[in-house]
């Protein structure tokens, strides 16, 4: 099956400063990549995905790449603010089923 | 907006006993899903289900779990008889299509075995 692996697993940034998640894909036939954001004791919430025909997309201050050839994609985020700070999953998806990577703690120092 | 809805948001078992989560998807989504999350690890899929049969089932989804969905607006899952390790978070999600627009997933019922 699909193994999704992210790092990293914890992140500390500066507000302000900008925040880089990458995650790997081991199934090629993956062809839809969503992220999420949960916060403490909460559902995970979609932030921004993007699908296998398109290289990167952007939505005000996130944005994702994704590398088809290597099997990876990324979250950046910009200008950070305190309220950035969640856990942030990446998944990867063939047909229904969603694949999750183990999640990265983002916490953003005022 | 609409939302999946879960209850009870929170449950205390004894080990051995049989419970039943219980969600309401979104009116007009055909896709239906159980995801699991224990604490402090990665969301895991367990089941989809569209036309009243499930779809696919990961290994954790044994035969000590069920789902159904009884009368058309609710989506149950059921776990015959509870072990410490089923302890975690369930989310219950709903998409239109298959994933490719992405899930809703409702707030979850947190599952406490003893």
């Known amino acids: 099956g699909e193994n999704v692996e992210q790092h990293p697993s914890t992140l500390s940034v500066q507000e302000g400063d900008s925040a880089v998640i990458k995650c790997t894909y081991s199934?090629?036939?993956?062809?839809?990549f969503p992220w999420y954001k949960q916060e403490l004791g909460k559902r995970p919430q979609l932030i921004i995905d993007?699908?296998?025909?398109?290289g990167e997309k952007k939505d005000q201050r996130i944005a994702v790449t994704l590398n088809k050839t290597a099997k990876h994609f990324s979250l950046h985020i910009t200008e950070t603010q305190p309220e950035d700070s969640a856990v942030y999953f990446c998944?990867?998806?063939?047909?229904?089923?969603?694949?999750f990577g183990a999640g990265t703690t983002v916490t953003v120092r005022a | 907006e609409p939302e999946v809805t879960q209850t009870p948001s929170h449950q205390v078992t004894q080990m051995g006993q049989e419970v039943i989560l219980r969600c309401v998807p979104i009116?007009?989504?055909?896709?239906f899903y159980w995801y699991r999350q224990i604490l402090g690890q990665k969301v895991e899929f367990l089941v989809s289900?569209?036309?009243?049969?499930?779809?696919?089932k990961s290994e954790i989804f044994d035969d000590q779990f069920s789902v159904e969905r009884p009368d058309g607006s609710n989506f149950t899952l059921k776990i015959r008889s509870t072990k410490l390790e089923d302890s975690a978070m369930y989310f219950c999600?709903?998409?239109?299509?298959?994933?490719?627009?992405?899930?809703?997933f409702g707030s979850g019922t947190r599952l406490t075995v003893v």
């Open positions: 999600a709903s998409s239109v299509f298959e994933s490719q627009n992405g899930y809703t």
């Open positions: 199934d090629s036939a993956s062809n839809y």
């Open positions: 993007i699908r296998s025909n398109v």
């Open positions: 998944a990867a998806s063939i047909d229904y089923k969603l694949s």
């Open positions: 009116s007009n989504h055909l896709y």
């Open positions: 289900f569209y036309n009243n049969e499930i779809s696919e």
